[in-house]
């Protein structure tokens, strides 16, 4: 899985970069067909905001989320992404 990290109005630190290279490998656990994540970190007055598009076998996944905490955005946006990810899932099962 390549992951593609971007920031708008924030500097991407090392320690954010393997902060979301590890959030993402908990994603690659429930689902390993992950091609490419394309993630945009953008700070806009006092939100921090993280999204995120997956690009899956048989399909994109795409989610957002924002907080005051960068990190916190980034648990969030895993967590939308998570349940999203498992969905997917559900329905390439049932064809």
Do not use: C, P, W
Request: glycine content about 4%.
């Amino acid at each position: 899985m390549q992951i593609n990290l971007t920031g708008h109005h924030v500097e991407i630190t090392d320690s954010l970069r393997s902060y979301v290279d590890t959030k993402f490998e908990k994603l690659e656990r429930h689902f390993d067909h992950i091609n490419n994540v394309h993630v945009i970190l953008n700070i806009e007055k006092l939100n921090q905001k993280a999204e995120a598009t997956l690009h899956l076998n048989g399909g994109e996944v795409f989610a957002n989320a924002e907080h005051t905490d960068m990190y916190a955005a980034i648990d969030s946006l895993i967590d939308k992404l998570d349940r999203q990810v498992i969905k997917h899932k559900e329905k390439l099962r049932r064809h």
